[in-house]
């Protein structure tokens, strides 16, 4: 199953973006959805995770306050709205999906997510 990430690009800092992630209607209930990010010589990183039923939210520290997850499941969606951006924010940004029975709970581990996107790049200017 391939999610497909979008809304990457280039802005300056204390600017937003806001980055979504669809995935086949099929499955997206059954999804819970993490967003991570990778930048150049750096491990990935955590940045957002949401249950199924979008009850349970989860941030990594260094994003939060500024980051917002949120799930659409009428349009299979899921997205990471990023505000007051930074330099330091500039990576790759990845969703996956997690199949599960659980309808609360998110997963902030990389390697508990079966489902990757191809990635989307974001670049903070200062």
């Known amino acids: 199953v391939q999610l497909q990430a979008s809304g990457g690009g280039l802005v300056q800092a204390g600017g937003s973006l806001r980055l979504s992630c669809a995935a086949p209607?099929?499955?997206?209930?059954?999804?819970?959805v993490g967003w991570f990010r990778q930048a150049p010589g750096k491990e990935r990183e955590f940045v957002a995770a949401?249950?199924?039923?979008?009850?349970?939210?989860g941030y990594g520290d260094s994003v939060k306050g500024r980051f917002t997850i949120s799930r659409d499941n009428a349009k299979n969606t899921v997205y990471l709205q990023m505000n007051s951006l930074k330099p330091e924010d500039t990576a790759v940004y990845y969703c996956?999906?997690?199949?599960?029975?659980?309808?609360?709970?998110?997963?902030?581990?990389?390697?508990?997510?079966?489902?990757w996107g191809q990635g989307t790049q974001v670049t903070v200017s200062s």
């Open positions: 996956a999906g997690k199949s599960t029975i659980l309808s609360v709970g998110y997963f902030h581990t990389w390697a508990e997510y079966a489902y």
């Open positions: 209607g099929r499955i997206f209930s059954r999804l819970a």
């Open positions: 949401i249950s199924r039923s979008g009850g349970s939210i």
